[in-house]
């Protein structure tokens, strides 16, 4: 959460002359509401489900950069799904991940005690986006062109 998906998506989309679509942005659409409010409304586990659809119809639909919700890989059918696909687990520390998101009640998740909930959800999380990933790549002390650049050369596509 707050890594950076879809600063650096829409930047990546731009340098690859295509187009940028986030699945949260997709749910948030078509529930008329933002994701703090479907959580509160009906629940993590309903907002999963909305989440494994969008999905689903984003990655069978776009052909551009994509950026999913950071709890997309929980679902096991999603992890086939980006199986053999160039899917970037973008990386931060505890510290970055705190001074990018805040307390902010949009990242429901980290509302209450967010470092050591961050901790917790990467702790689970860590083994299922190296799972997915075809690359990692470090955010800390980049800026978002730089890390546009880092994905772009560790998925050999300067030249695209
Ligand atoms: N490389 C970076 N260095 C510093 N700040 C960054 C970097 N990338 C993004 N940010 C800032 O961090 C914040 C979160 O970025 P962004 O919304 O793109 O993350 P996200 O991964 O899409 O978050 P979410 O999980 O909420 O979808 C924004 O304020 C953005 O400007
Ligand atoms: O990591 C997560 O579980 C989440 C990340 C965001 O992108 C949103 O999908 C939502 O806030 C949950
Ligand atoms: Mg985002």
Redesign the pocket.
């Given at each position: 959460?707050?890594?950076?998906?879809?600063?650096?998506?829409?930047v990546l989309a731009e340098r690859l002359g295509t187009t940028f679509r986030?699945t949260?942005t997709d749910i948030v659409t078509a529930a008329g509401k933002e994701?703090s409010e479907i959580f509160i409304d009906e629940g993590e586990p309903h907002f999963r489900e909305l989440e494994r659809q969008a999905v689903r119809t984003a990655v069978a639909e776009h052909p551009g950069v994509l950026?999913l919700?950071?709890g997309a890989v929980l679902d096991e059918d999603t992890r086939a799904l980006l199986s053999g696909r160039p899917v970037v687990f973008?990386e931060?520390g505890v510290a970055?991940a705190v001074?990018?998101?805040g307390l902010d009640a949009?990242?429901p998740l980290l509302a209450v005690n967010p470092r050591q909930r961050w901790r917790e959800l990467m702790e689970q999380r860590r083994p299922l986006y190296t799972e997915v990933a075809r690359a990692v790549v470090s955010?800390?002390?980049?800026?978002?062109d730089?890390?546009a650049d880092a994905v772009l050369d560790v998925l050999e596509l300067k030249n695209a």
């Open positions: 959460m707050g890594v950076g998906k879809t600063t650096v998506g829409q986030d949260d994701i950026a919700g950071g973008l931060m970055a001074k990018r998101t949009p990242r955010t800390e002390d980049r800026t978002p730089d890390v």
